[in-house]
């Protein structure tokens, strides 16, 4: 049974940092790319980062060069560094585990992170 639990959300002044974690259990983590997706309050789920099974990575516009998203395969974990963080940046934080050639994918249960300016 393939299970994702996210941590570390919280609250968060704008400027400071958070770090998520996501850790995975019931899948060989180290063939699946990782992604957070971020869900603000009355608005859709937004992709904001992945990291793909040879650790490439890709971010949205609106974090690129202040969050860092990193996995360490022995750990089954997956990581968002988020640095000079926004009120904007208040969503429910979602870990995403995708294998598209076998159609996999899994999704955590969210982690809250608020932002006050």
């Known amino acids: 049974q393939v299970q994702l639990v996210e941590s570390g959300g919280g609250s968060a002044q704008a400027g400071g940092s958070l770090r998520l974690s996501c850790v995975a259990s019931g899948m060989f983590f180290s063939k699946f790319s990782m992604r957070w997706y971020r869900q603000p309050p009355g608005k859709q789920r937004e992709l904001v980062a992945a990291?793909?099974?040879?650790?490439?990575?890709d971010y949205s516009d609106s974090v690129k060069d202040r969050f860092t998203i990193s996995r360490d395969n022995a750990k089954n974990t997956v990581y968002l560094q988020m640095n000079s963080l926004k009120p904007e940046d208040t969503a429910v934080y979602y870990c995403?585990?995708?294998?598209?050639?076998?159609?996999?994918?899994?999704w955590g249960q969210g982690t809250q992170v608020t932002v006050s300016s």
């Open positions: 995403n585990a995708l294998y598209r050639t076998y159609h996999l994918d899994f």
């Open positions: 990291i793909h099974s040879n650790s490439t990575t």
